[in-house]
């Protein structure tokens, strides 16, 4: 216990007398790291989702000459200069425009500003939105549902309630009911997938979010993780230096210690 106590002791005189160097230094380095990293920029991600495709929200862009519409002082990414990328979402019902830079604030409102260009360009029938383009598939299937179903009940009144009917006409009449069956069977299966679509897709044409991410650790974290191990690598230094200056007064430990420095250098412990 008493040894226990005085080893304790010492690690606290020793933290003690070096205090200055355990602090200063790795605050300094820090604020070193801080300051490049900040000088050095860091970038943001901002993101906004829309109920429509990919390719027609690109055509904004593409007819920005014919059209009031288009977005002004942002153009779209093409792998040589930076812009919006716009990356359909799901089964391409939706899309997700990105745009990457360093101001955060000057993100949002660009992204709001296309937003609002959006929904003038849906309103405007420039563009539809993904659940017009779904609803309208749905009464056309919808519609095909009911003419199958009418020319079904026809071909049934026909080949059940007609006994004038010859076998070869028969037989065509029952090949036609049959296809009709599995057509109708198939309209009401692609119905229900087109129901699921548009309540996967549903969101409003206006008042989408816009989400602003950060690329990258920020420079205040960074600042913190090098002061951190900077302080910790220095305190091992501290303890070491201790730990050798201590031995030095002990014969014992400095015949080890000179093995030690002989082990290193490669040479021969005499």
Same mark, same amino acid.
């Given at each position: 216990?008493?040894?226990?106590?005085?080893?304790?002791?010492?690690?606290?005189?020793?933290?003690?007398?070096?205090?200055?160097?355990?602090?200063?230094? @790795?605050?300094?380095?820090?604020?070193?790291?801080?300051?490049?990293?900040?000088?050095?920029?860091?970038?943001?991600?901002?993101?906004?989702?829309?109920?429509?495709?990919?390719?027609?929200?690109?055509?904004?862009?593409?007819?920005?000459?014919?059209?009031?519409?288009?977005?002004?002082?942002?153009?779209?990414?093409?792998?040589?200069?930076?812009?919006?990328? +716009?990356?359909?979402?799901?089964?391409?019902?939706?899309?997700?425009?990105?745009?990457?830079?360093?101001?955060?604030?000057?993100?949002?409102?660009?992204?709001?500003?296309?937003?609002?260009?959006?929904?003038?360009?849906?309103?405007?029938?420039? +563009?539809?939105? #993904?659940?017009?383009?779904?609803?309208?598939?749905?009464?056309?299937?919808?519609? #095909? +549902?009911?003419?199958?179903?009418?020319? +079904?009940?026809?071909?049934?009144?026909?080949?059940?309630?007609?006994?004038?009917?010859?076998?070869?006409?028969?037989?065509?009449?029952?090949?036609?009911?049959?296809?009709?069956?599995?057509?109708?069977?198939?309209?009401?299966?692609?119905?229900?997938?087109?129901?699921?679509?548009?309540?996967?897709?549903?969101?409003?044409?206006?008042?989408?979010?816009?989400?602003?991410?950060?690329?990258?650790?920020? @420079?205040?974290?960074?600042?913190?993780?090098?002061?951190?191990?900077?302080?910790?690598?220095?305190?091992?230094?501290?303890?070491?230096?201790?730990?050798?200056?201590?031995?030095?007064?002990?014969?014992?430990?400095?015949?080890?210690?000179?093995?030690?420095?002989?082990?290193?250098?490669?040479?021969?412990?005499?």
């Amino acid at each position: 216990m008493q040894d226990d106590e005085i080893s304790l002791l010492d690690l606290g005189v020793t933290i003690a007398e070096n205090w200055l160097l355990l602090v200063l230094v @790795p605050l300094a380095l820090g604020v070193a790291a801080f300051t490049f990293l900040s000088l050095g920029g860091h970038h943001y991600r901002a993101s906004i989702t829309v109920p429509f495709a990919a390719d027609e929200i690109a055509a904004l862009w593409e007819g920005s000459e014919d059209n009031q519409l288009a977005v002004p002082n942002v153009g779209l990414a093409d792998g040589v200069s930076d812009g919006v990328v +716009i990356v359909a979402r799901g089964d391409g019902q939706a899309s997700t425009l990105s745009l990457v830079g360093d101001a955060p604030e000057e993100l949002r409102t660009a992204l709001d500003e296309i937003g609002d260009i959006i929904t003038e360009a849906a309103n405007a029938g420039v +563009i539809a939105p #993904s659940q017009a383009r779904t609803a309208e598939r749905i009464d056309e299937v919808r519609a #095909s +549902i009911a003419l199958r179903s009418q020319v +079904i009940a026809d071909l049934e009144a026909d080949l059940g309630g007609n006994d004038e009917v010859e076998g070869s006409d028969y037989a065509l009449g029952a090949l036609a009911l049959a296809q009709m069956l599995e057509g109708r069977a198939a309209d009401r299966a692609r119905l229900q997938a087109l129901n699921d679509e548009m309540a996967a897709t549903e969101m409003p044409i206006d008042g989408a979010e816009v989400s602003v991410e950060s690329l990258g650790r920020s @420079p205040l974290l960074m600042a913190i993780l090098v002061v951190l191990g900077s302080g910790f690598f220095l305190l091992i230094l501290v303890f070491v230096r201790q730990g050798l200056k201590g031995a030095s007064q002990d014969p014992a430990a400095r015949e080890k210690i000179e093995r030690i420095r002989n082990s290193l250098l490669l040479r021969r412990n005499s």
